[in-house]
């Protein structure tokens, strides 16, 4: 059972250019969340989301990030117009139940906004 | 408001050496506590955690933390270190309500080196 899949690993944009992350959830996990990490920062949650519904979106930036977990697919988390303070590590984690300790973490993507 | 200070960025330990890793937290309710651990090029995975049982909490790999609420840590520790033990290991607080732990509140992360 491969575990949670993210891709890319690594993602160089421009200013202003949009950047997509993937994460394939584990076989079975229909709960998906996004974390950022921000240098020499704890990990802040971002969106929790089920297939086709967004649960708690409480910690995305209000504008300009955008996240999607479509009845078939990876979730998608997007970055429209992306700035350097977006540069960070972006991980996700899934689980077959909501919350409880069952989730299982990503490799993480690390964004580089030059 | 809940915060965790995990102190030292990166802690060097030689191999067979004790690891000591410093988690302390503020939470206004009993906490739930984890330590999760990240390899190098893999995911985050849970070491251990604390739920308001047992305050010695044993984890995978031979480590353990232990709960003092008076001194609102949560240290880890491991008797000898592995070449194998060197990745970034971080302590997170939830305010105990298990079915929103995806809302937990982490720490910066303590990077372990390990001398051969």
């Known amino acids: 059972n491969a575990g949670v899949m993210q891709n890319p690993r690594h993602l160089v944009r421009r200013r202003g250019q949009e950047a997509r992350l993937r994460c394939s959830p584990m076989?079975?996990?229909?709960?998906v969340y996004w974390y950022r990490q921000l240098p020499e920062e704890g990990l802040k949650f971002m969106v929790y989301l089920q297939k086709e519904n967004i649960i708690d979106e409480s910690g995305m930036p209000k504008e300009r990030f955008s996240a999607e977990f479509p009845k078939e697919g990876p979730s998608i988390l997007r970055i429209q117009q992306v700035v350097r303070g977006d540069s960070a590590a972006y991980f996700c984690?899934?689980?077959?139940?909501?919350?409880?300790?069952?989730?299982?973490f990503g490799q993480g993507t690390r964004l580089t906004v030059v | 408001a809940q915060s965790v200070t995990q102190l030292g960025s990166h802690v060097s330990v030689s191999e067979g050496a004790l690891v000591l890793l410093r988690c302390n937290y503020s939470?206004?309710?009993?906490?739930?506590l984890f330590w999760y651990v990240q390899y190098p090029n893999q995911g985050l995975q849970l070491l251990l955690k604390?739920?308001?049982?047992a305050t010695l909490v044993k984890g995978i790999n031979g480590f353990e933390a232990e709960f003092k609420k008076s001194e609102t840590s949560f240290h880890l520790t491991k008797p000898s270190a592995h070449m194998s033990d060197a990745a970034e290991y971080f302590c997170?607080?939830?305010?105990?309500?298990?079915?929103?732990?995806?809302?937990?509140?982490w720490g910066a992360g303590t990077k372990l080196i390990i001398k051969p």
């Open positions: 604390y739920t308001s049982a």
């Open positions: 939470s206004s309710v009993p906490p739930y």
């Open positions: 997170a607080v939830s305010d105990g309500f298990m079915d929103s732990n995806y809302q937990l509140i």
């Open positions: 076989k079975g996990h229909s709960h």
């Open positions: 984690a899934s689980s077959p139940v909501q919350g409880g300790t069952e989730a299982f």
